[in-house]
């Protein structure tokens, strides 16, 4: 058995999306000060680096990531890898050529390698899930899908007016959990990997940052 990390260091001024605030790390104590020790303090958007949605990031009432049981976190999840460029959708047919179709309560991971890019301007511009792809998974019996992007929908520029987030109200509409900002899928892809997904339980939280680790 082997661990591979598929979660984003945090640091000040990471990527992110235009409407969150910039990390923050703040020094209270330091040894180096003459204290008796060291004491840190973070300023975190829930939706900054990897990460896990909970439905009430786009459902008025929707569980919050607090109220998630621990057990949804945790399963036997399938790596599709897929190839698809910047604006492009990716398709059902994409996922069950990337790797074994998922059974009914596996997980999924869609591997683009768009992680490659992460402190790139390129990494905002990227693929999207179809709507077809997330109502296929509400339907398949997926509880969990995670994507190597920082959203499975459209990017920002993208975007046209009245935009409502499709992806996003399907998948967490039926409580499907959604993990973005994943990393290091490549040479997963076409695999079933055991997933841990835990996020930090933040009582009324939209999301919560998570170490996200597949064993292998």
Sequence with gaps: MSLVDLSHQIWPG?????????????????????????????????????????????????????????ERFEGTAVVAEVDRKPGEEITVDDVLAGGPAPQRGEFLLIATGWSE??????????????????????????????????TPDLPVHRRGKGFDFPVHRTLLGAEVLIAENLTNLDGLGGR?????????????GDAGPARILAEI
């Excluded at 003459?34 to 949605?53: E, F, K, Q, R």
């Excluded at 990494?123 to 190597?148: K, M, T």
């Design 117 to 150: 890019k992460f402190t790139s301007p390129d990494y905002a511009d990227h693929p999207s899930l179809s709507p077809e792809l997330a109502a296929w998974a509400v339907q398949r019996g997926i509880p969990f899908v995670g994507v190597d992007m920082i």
């Design 14 to 70: 990471m990527p992110k999306i235009p409407i969150l605030p910039e990390v923050e790390r703040h020094q209270i104590t330091s040894i180096a000060d003459g204290a008796p020790m060291d004491i840190s303090a973070i300023t975190l958007a829930l939706h900054v680096g990897t990460h896990v949605d909970a439905p009430s990031h786009v459902v008025a009432g929707g569980k919050s990531i607090d109220q998630i049981p621990v």
């Design 192 to 204: 079933r990997v055991r997933l841990r997904a835990f996020p930090l339980a933040i009582l009324g």
